[in-house]
């Protein structure tokens, strides 16, 4: 074999490694880009006979890199659900998370989901079989990139129905799988008092990471005096209010999107 093709093969095998490492990440076209300058800088400085067989290589290797596969970039939506703690037609937090869906940023879609129509836990029941409305609820955070829960504030604490909906979708008795374990949760909530829904939203932190879940603490959104800010017909009306939920759900969103590329 002549020196000079040694030579040349040599100095152009690592232009041929890294083309392999990096023609699915690169895409083809700015890697070729590369290689072509890479190719003049050592015809530049080869010698006669090494000058020789670059043609030949270079059409060896962009051959080659057209033959793999090139990863497509994943322009999946990001999914969020937003879920209501409350059972009450007029809630003020059912109102909220409604006020927020049309909130979500390009690229992000927001639905909602419901605690209505579970029963109260009872391990009896779950032997027998999971409960529709439980298990839709569990199959909506299953399938969701990050979810909200809206919450009421009850005696200073949770509301039972909110608790109870989260115990069922949680319980593993059946061997389900634990839809919340580093799955990315934000809190938020209002209340006709001053605090905004603070000690639930406190209450619901050792839950959180009993079960594992991505509690997200970048924004807190507690709107206090929740009878100021809506309407008759339950519309978000407050401009303030309006633009810390805004603010709120597209920081969420960007985190989830960011956890989740």
């Excluded at 010698?47 to 670059?54: A, I, M, W």
């Excluded at 909506?140 to 809206?150: C, E, K, M, N, S």
């Excluded at 905004?196 to 879940?213: D, I």
Aim: glycine content about 10%; some cysteine.
């Amino acid at each position: 074999m002549p020196s000079g093709f040694q030579a040349t093969f040599a100095s152009l095998m690592p232009a041929l490694v890294a083309g392999i490492q990096c023609a699915q990440v690169l895409g083809r076209g700015r890697l070729f880009h590369a290689m072509d300058i890479a190719m003049l800088d050592y015809r530049h400085k080869a010698g006669n006979e090494g000058k020789k067989y670059t043609g030949f290589f270079h059409l060896y290797i962009c051959a080659f890199l057209t033959m793999l596969p090139v990863k497509q970039k994943d322009h999946r939506m990001t999914k969020l659900i937003g879920i209501s703690g409350s059972l009450r037609k007029a809630s003020f937090n059912k109102a909220l998370l409604n006020a927020a869906l049309p909130l979500a940023p390009q690229g992000v879609t927001f639905t909602t989901g419901t605690i209505e129509g579970i029963p109260l836990y009872n391990a009896d029941v779950e032997r027998e079989g999971v409960p529709e409305a439980v298990q839709v609820l569990k199959d909506q955070i299953a399938t969701a990139d990050g979810v909200i829960l809206f919450t009421p504030e009850y005696n200073n604490s949770i509301p039972g129905v909110f608790k109870n909906a989260i115990d069922w979708v949680s319980s593993s008795m059946t061997g389900a799988p634990n839809v919340f374990a580093g799955r990315a949760f934000a809190l938020a909530g209002t209340s006709p008092g001053p605090f905004g829904t603070l000690l639930s939203q406190n209450a619901w932190l050792p839950v959180m990471r009993t079960l594992g879940a991505d509690l997200w603490s970048g924004k807190r959104l507690m709107l206090p005096k929740a009878g100021s800010l809506f309407d008759k017909e339950g519309n978000l009306v407050d401009e303030d209010a309006k633009g810390r939920l805004k603010a709120f759900v597209e920081a969420f969103a960007d985190y989830v999107a960011r956890k989740t590329a």
